[in-house]
């Protein structure tokens, strides 16, 4: 064997050795990787808390050191809470409980509703066909609004906005008063928003002011404009089938609790909690699908649309 072959054949095994050792230095999915007082955290723990934050697979290397340390951390206070025994107070007993309760009852309907059949793409054009307010007629609202703390919503700040013509002279009725306030642009479409908002919308002048109250904010909002934003098939295409889809398993979440109850023997025993009906008051959230196109945030503020 020449000199130049020999060196080739150690190279080679030298990256074979390296590739091995690689290998071997990589965590298997039940190995220990750290011992807190004689608790050992894994890597299948750790693979797992991986997965839950959805990291990708670029990022992983430094968010595992990471997430390595925040587990010892947890069972550092895991070990302190034993030995006060307060994982034996009533309150985290309970709470331990519905945890477990609502994960076995969420893999329970996923395994039972198994896979639900994507739609076909003629179900999805038929979607597209049957609702052209949200698609080929789509319009588009671009506004201009004032955010501020729902606190601050009080009735002088109403009245003025009531009798106030313009954004603008909102911003300066709170700048005098020393109401804090954000402003912000926003656009939003008819496949966005809820069907009854859109409606309003659709029927007022631009420039109109109108409020929106969203849990611990409002928003002035006066309507810039409104034009045409059709949206095509293709384009749709991958909206209506996660809309059918998500539709689908909730029709399969509900008819599976009905066969449930309707076995079942359900005893009220406090005879005022009694329902008017028996339909299954909630889905496990593993198997809920949202209510249609629009977006619920926008939906919740129609209540407070003047």
Known sequence: MDKKTLAAALMAALACLAGCSDKDKAPKAGQALVSVNGEEITAMQLNEELQRANIQAAQQEGASKQMLEGLIDRQLLQNEAAKDQTDRDPKVVQAIERAKALIVAQAYMQKKIGAIPKPTAAEVSDYYVKHPEFFANRKQFDMK???????????????????????????AWFDQHKVKYVRTQASRTTSDLAPDMSARLKNMKPGQLFVVKEGPRSMFISIADVKDNPASLALAAPQIERFLQGQRTKEAADAELKRLRAVAKIDYLNKAMTTASAAPAAVPAAATATAGPADDTTARGVAGLK
Do not use: H, M, N, P
Request: aromatic content about 4%; hydrophobic content about 35%.
């Open 145 to 171: 609004q004032l955010v501020i703390d729902t606190a601050d919503l009080g009735e002088e700040v109403k009245r003025y906005a009531d009798g106030s013509k313009t954004l603008d002279d909102v911003a």
